[in-house]
């Protein structure tokens, strides 16, 4: 059986800039064989039928997969999803293209259509391009400019994620240079089910576009310098990464969410019951060794972003780049000796409006003004009333 190709695809961008591990060239030969499960067959027999629509095919929509050899259990699958995004489908401008394979050099910006008519055969780019498929594009000469629409059926929860989405982004970029058009454009996730599609729409400038162009630069630039390290994260565990079974950081958060993974049915249960006021001292007493493995262990993932980002200075998520930075908050603590008799003598501090023991500078803010607000802060600091504390945020840079 053939082993996939092993290069930087659209639909695994995402992927890439969560962890580049898996796309170093020294990892090719590491790649498991494709053998695509069924809800991936369900897939590709709707695309096909998008497809057939978009194109006014005149022929049966089950005769077209009959005719590919789809399984009959996934012809009717996509079968019922079809019907339930026909309405949508043929709603799309007049000239929309479907199923167009493209070649994008991030370095340079330039970006050509593929013309082999295999389905997701990139022989023809070279190593420098990012490749992938555009499921529908638009790109008319009237005043709505571009659009690039991915079919998605194969997630069990919708998520609305067009923003920040880098398949949609490499889509708008290869389709603008390809068409010799501004770098901007609307894009969008369709998400065909049973009962309808849900759809989410995202605009991108010009400057945004720019962000992820330099982003996918960065991408291929690392693949060719084979540094990249495992860097944990969901992927390690959601099925997404091609080296999960082989990549040592996967197999380690594995071992460790294990025991998490075997007690998440029972949590449920337990805490359905606690809510309901029926639950039994075990179930209590799992509920709270769940949730303190569970803690312990995002902890730990946490921790290892921390640390990942420290040496990197900072991760891109959707065609931006996010510092973390320490951010010093101060709070009231109206528990320390003298603090609340310091307070009574304000008359202009409604003291009854104040929950037990506790405050803030911003309901100071908003009784006394900022400038009294900050004295009275003074004050309560000379009683040892204001506590200091730090957290991280994320931050464009």
Known sequence: MPKRKHRLTASKLDLAMKCGYAFRRDKANDWPHDEAGRPAQVGRAFHRLAEHCIQGSTVDPQVRLERERFPHDVIADALVLFEAAEPHLQGLPKGTRVEVKFALNPETGAAYELVSPKERDYREASSDE??????????????????VVDFQTGQSNYKGDAEGNAQLAFGLLAVAAAHRKPAQGNVAIWWARPDGVKEDWHHID?????????????????????????????????????LRTVCPEAERMAQELEPVKRRLPMLGEAVAAIREKRATKPQVAEAIQASRLAREYLKGLDDAIKGYVATEGGIPLGGKVYDRRTVRRESIDLSAPGALEALGNLDTLDLDSIAPRKMTKQALTRQLGPRAAEDVVELLRGCGAVRQSERDEWRER
């Open 206 to 242: 010009e400057a945004e576009a720019a962000r992820w162009r330099r982003a996918f630069a960065e991408l291929l630039a690392q693949s060719k310098r084979n540094d990249a390290e495992p860097t944990p994260g969901p992927h390690c565990w959601q099925k997404f990464c091609p």
């Open 130 to 147: 990012a490749v992938g498929t555009v499921d529908a594009l638009y790109a008319g000469s009237d005043l709505s400019g571009i659009k």
